[in-house]
């Protein structure tokens, strides 16, 4: 029997800003068997783009990235706000629906070569999907496919990445 994911995802008008409802997974997450559910279907789609390696922006991103890594037996690396890590990082900015910002990584967290998925909480316009994908391809390694919980296909993030496979538990078109 599949699950209802989003019938458990909680919609806030209004947040962080006027005119955005944000989409609240805390509601999944606070549900052992529910997270255990999204967890195993992200990881079971990583583990069909054989990744060597999860990667997750800050901070959602350690959240659904890192049990993924952890069901797949694989590292995880972790993409950060600026001035988080201690050493030696590349940067890439990125824009949000309601602002900018900034991830960095270490210069040494991907491996030439290494097969990448990029799991998150939800896509909207891609910002950070496409900043956390730099971060990769600039240290060598290849974004198999990313995975997130939610995706707003109303802000047509998917399609500023033709190339790149994409997942998503849940589909918002508005």
Do not use: W
């Amino acid at each position: 029997m599949a699950i209802d994911f989003k019938q458990r995802i909680a919609s806030v008008k209004d947040f962080p800003n006027e005119g955005i409802t944000f989409r609240d997974i805390t509601p999944i997450l606070q549900d052992g068997e529910l997270y255990r559910a999204a967890t195993h279907e992200l990881a079971e789609y990583a583990k069909s783009r054989n990744a060597d390696v999860i990667v997750g922006p800050e901070a959602r991103g350690f959240i659904v990235g890192c049990p993924v890594a952890t069901e797949l037996g694989v590292g995880f690396v972790p993409a950060r706000k600026p001035h988080k890590l201690p050493r030696e990082v590349e940067r890439a900015s990125y824009d949000l629906e309601y602002g900018s910002n900034v991830l960095e990584m270490h210069k040494d967290a991907i491996k030439p070569g290494q097969r990448v998925v990029i799991c998150d909480d939800l896509m909207a316009t891609a910002g950070t999907l496409h900043a956390t994908k730099e971060l990769v391809e600039r240290l060598g390694g290849e974004v198999v496919g990313a995975a997130f919980y939610i995706e707003l296909t109303n802000l047509k993030g998917r399609s500023m990445f033709p190339d790149t496979d994409i997942f998503s538990l849940v589909k918002y078109d508005d």
